[in-house]
């Protein structure tokens, strides 16, 4: 199985500034199609987890532009380049381009 | 709109069973495929099975291989999860996802549906 390290585990903000999410993964995500089945998804407090970028940096319908996504085979980042009150929740890394599906643990954004 | 409404979660007796379901509206619901991934109590994902929009196809974690079966009803836009021999370690809420385009797992979520493994 793919093992997803995420870090920090916790993230303290102040509002405007930005945030930074690291995720690697224990071997390669590149799949056999050429294309890297990375995703990042936010999960707010008592909400389900919401899909914000896949493959790597392509943001989903109706994510603000604030949140990017980089990297490339076993090292991936995501963004928030100034944090708002609504993006307090926790953050997860997650692998698709095997089975089984994996996650990183989660990094938790808070607000200082 | 895509929507996902999961139901069927409770309180079950350890070895006990219970089938969750996960109606679907808004989208064609047999040009997708879907996954069920779940969350214990203070704790992080995990995925729990997968199935092919056509419901031919399925994957399993191995802590449930064996214990659980997904299967859909493509004619109810209808999702299913059993669950046979539950334990406590499988209480958790369930949520049921359906994919984006090929291998974009898990856009779009339901609210969840809480199972409760205890005596």
């Known amino acids: 199985d793919i093992v997803m390290t995420q870090t920090p585990l916790s993230s303290p903000v102040t509002l405007g500034q930005p945030a930074s999410i690291s995720c690697r993964s224990s071997?390669?995500?590149?799949?056999?199609?050429?294309?890297?089945?990375l995703s990042w998804l936010q999960q707010r407090p008592g909400q389900p987890p919401r899909l914000l970028i896949y493959?790597?940096?392509n943001r989903f319908s109706g994510v603000p532009d604030r949140f990017s996504g980089s990297g490339a085979g076993t090292d991936f980042t995501l963004k928030i380049s100034r944090v708002e009150a609504e993006d307090v929740g926790v953050y997860y890394c997650?692998?698709?381009?095997?089975?089984?599906?994996?996650f990183g643990g989660g990094t938790k954004v808070e607000i200082k | 709109e895509v929507q996902l409404v999961e139901s069927g979660g409770g309180l079950v007796q350890p070895g006990g069973s219970l089938r969750l379901s996960c109606a679907a509206s808004?989208?064609?619901?047999?040009?997708?495929?879907m996954t069920w991934v779940r969350q214990a109590p203070g704790k992080g994902l995990e995925w729990v099975s997968a199935?092919?929009?056509?419901?031919?196809?399925?994957y399993y974690a191995d802590s449930v291989k064996g214990r659980f079966t997904m299967s859909r009803d493509n004619s109810k836009n209808t999702l299913y999860l059993q669950m046979n021999s539950l334990r406590a370690e499988d209480t958790a809420v369930y949520y049921c996802?359906?994919?984006?385009?090929?291998?974009?797992?898990?856009?779009?979520w339901g609210q969840g549906t809480l199972v409760t493994v205890s005596s």
């Open positions: 808004g989208f064609t619901f047999s040009s997708y495929a």
């Open positions: 199935i092919s929009g056509g419901g031919d196809v399925t």
């Open positions: 997650m692998q698709a381009t095997q089975f089984p599906l994996t």
């Open positions: 071997q390669s995500l590149v799949h056999s199609d050429g294309n890297t089945y």
């Open positions: 996802a359906r994919d984006y385009q090929w291998l974009v797992r898990c856009a779009y």
């Open positions: 493959k790597i940096s």
